[in-house]
């Protein structure tokens, strides 16, 4: 049962260009919702989040937007950057146990 | 540096043998979290702890697994007489609960491979 969900696994956008990453989730019992990013042979980054109370989250280039009537949450890079190219994980922590649950992760390329 | 650590970044093991890892979290973190992580997935939990206690372990962790956290400071994830499938990134990850926003941050991970 996969509780979040990442339905594009891969993602190539001009540098300059918006990135946006896309993610579903299931479970309302979920009360932050968060991006990492990883890189080949490392743990993932933390990048951003936002809370369940929130829709919008902005930090430099990167906005977190969430609708939580769809259960839908996106991130968005603007402008990208080649060094942006890397495995993009949605990520969502339950409310009761603190657990974080992961999506299978979008592949971002950015073209120069 | 004061992120997550884990040793041993990398461990090739031989089918049918133990392997320990370790990890420290950051200092001041009260939960910590065992993942695992293969080719094309997401990170997949495991277990965590809350200080020195275990709170939950996924039914992916086998009898084969255990973990550790001794005095809530490091935690030892240990597999027994392993198999090829065990093969994958364990990663670890702390956080501190009971502030608001907080994040849980990820050591870099043990590779391990299992001939």
């Known amino acids: 049962d996969q509780q979040v969900k990442q339905n594009s696994p891969s993602l190539s956008v001009q540098e300059g260009r918006i990135s946006i990453l896309n993610c579903d989730y299931t479970n309302s019992m979920f009360d932050y919702f968060l991006w990492y990013k990883k890189y080949p042979a490392e743990g993932p980054t933390f990048l951003i989040s936002i809370s369940s109370i929130k829709d919008k989250n902005e930090d430099g280039r990167f906005t977190v937007f969430l609708n939580k009537s769809a259960k839908h949450l996106s991130l968005h890079i603007v402008p990208s950057q080649p060094g942006d190219s890397a495995v993009y994980f949605c990520?969502?922590?339950?409310?009761?146990?603190?657990?974080?649950?992961f999506g299978t992760g979008t592949r971002l390329k950015v073209l120069a | 540096d004061t992120g997550v650590s884990q040793d041993p970044r990398h461990k090739i093991t031989k089918r049918g043998q133990n392997v320990t890892f370790r990890c420290d979290p950051i200092s001041e973190h009260n939960r910590l979290y065992w993942y695992r992580q293969t080719l094309g997935q997401g990170p997949e939990f495991l277990t965590y702890f809350q200080n020195e206690a275990q709170l939950e372990k996924s039914r992916l962790l086998s009898d084969r697994f255990s973990a550790e956290r001794p005095k809530g400071s490091f935690s030892t994830l240990e597999i027994q007489r392993t198999e090829q499938g065990d093969s994958a990134m364990y990663l670890c990850?702390?956080?501190?609960?009971?502030?608001?926003?907080?994040?849980?941050?990820f050591g870099q991970g043990t590779r391990l491979t299992v001939v």
């Open positions: 990850a702390s956080s501190l609960v009971g502030r608001e926003g907080t994040e849980a941050f």
């Open positions: 990520a969502a922590r339950h409310s009761g146990t603190y657990k974080y649950i």
